[in-house]
């Protein structure tokens, strides 16, 4: 899927009722979630960047609630991301936020320095509108940069249940199964909870800051 698809026509079609989708609706649950999850295990994020952060609702919420010294935000669709410049996403001067409206692929051909590695990483139904080509090719990137990801993305199981429960086609998603996620994944990821990932290139199960070293996989 192109820049050009993200246009008002996406966002008209997809997200005309924002308060119902996952990630805005109730971005303060998944920000409670990932905040005291993290505070259990005592891991530290001082950091936060946004593969996609649309209008902006999660990423002003887990700004507001971590106050990283230092944040960065991606988003393709100029629509979107002309409408999240538009929120106080900044939630205290002294965090350095930058934002991108550029594509997960092409932030990841810019060339790699300490400025672009963060301690999380959110990416919320992402995935889904990226080939298996670009995934292949971003998500090893992903892992040398953030220490952490917050990963949401629908599967084909779920994206059916879309259609029958809520009324919801999404046209552009591509349809792929759980096995297919955790297959691309799994070479640079460790899962360690629900939605949450760490990056194999910081960590290993020796290393980890995390406990419960059952619940990896």
Known sequence: MTNSNFSKKYWDENYSQPNTMDCIGNAH?????????????????????????????LFQKMLKKFIPYKACGIE?????FDKARGRKLQPVESTELKLYNESLEKWCERKNHSRLRFDLGICT?????????????????????????????????ELERQIEELDFHDQYALKRNSKFYREILSPHFT??????WESKFYFNERTTHFTDLLYRS
């Open 29 to 57: 649950e998944h920000v409670a979630y990932l905040w005291y999850f993290l505070k259990l295990e005592k891991v530290d994020v001082s950091s936060i960047i946004d593969f996609g952060f649309g209008y902006g609702y």
């Open 76 to 80: 393709p669709s100029k629509y979107a």
């Open 125 to 157: 139904s992402v995935f889904q509108y990226l080939d298996e080509e670009t995934l292949k090719k971003c998500i090893p990137i992903m892992s040398q940069r953030v220490k952490y990801l917050y990963l949401t993305v629908p599967t084909d199981v």
């Open 191 to 196: 899962m360690i909870s629900s939605k949450i």
